[in-house]
Nanobody, 126 residues
Framework: QEQLVESGGGLVQAGGSLRLSCAAS????????MGWFRQAPGKEREFVAA????????YYADSAKGRFTISRENAKNTVYLQMNSLKPEDSAVYYC???????????????????WGQGTQVTVSS
C-alpha cells in the first residue's frame, strides 16, 4: 500500500527555518512528480512547491519563492521542503503529495495528485 509520511514540522519563531521531509513507501515514487501543499485553519489547501521526477525542475508559489526550496532523493524515496525566513502566515498543516504513474512533470493543482500524506503542523510565532 502506497504511503507518504511527513515529518519535520514544529514550532519556530519568525525568521527561523524548518526542513520538512516526506518519506514514501509501498512503491517507488522516483518516476513521478511530487509536491507540497499547505492548509491553514479556515482556508483552502494551497500549492506551495513541486518538483519533477528527476529533481531537475521545480516550481513555487509566489509566497514560497526565494524562501523555500524543494528537493528530492530518489534513492531514498524522499522529498524535502527547506523553509527559511519563516513568517507567521506560513503557519499551516503541510502536506506532501505524489502524482500518479506516468506523470513526471510538476503540477500546481491539488487535483493533479493521487497520493497524499497525513500532514505535519508548522507553527510560526511572531
Amino acid at each position: 500500500q502506497e504511503q507518504l509520511v511527513e515529518s519535520g514540522g514544529g514550532l519556530v519563531q519568525a525568521g527561523g527555518s524548518l526542513r520538512l521531509s516526506c518519506a514514501a513507501s509501498g512503491r517507488t515514487f522516483s518516476s513521478v512528480a511530487m509536491g507540497w501543499f499547505r492548509q491553514a485553519p479556515g482556508k483552502e489547501r494551497e500549492f506551495v512547491a513541486a518538483i519533477n521526477w528527476s529533481g531537475g525542475s521545480t516550481y513555487y508559489a509566489d509566497s514560497a519563492k526565494g524562501r523555500f526550496t524543494i528537493s528530492r532523493e530518489n534513492a531514498k524515496n524522499t522529498v524535502y521542503l527547506q523553509m527559511n525566513s519563516l513568517k507567521p502566515e506560513d503557519s499551516a498543516v503541510y502536506y506532501c503529495a505524489a502524482r500518479g504513474v506516468g506523470y513526471d512533470d510538476y503540477e500546481n493543482l491539488s487535483m493533479g495528485y493521487d497520493y497524499w500524506g497525513q500532514g505535519t503542523q508548522v507553527t510560526v510565532s511572531s
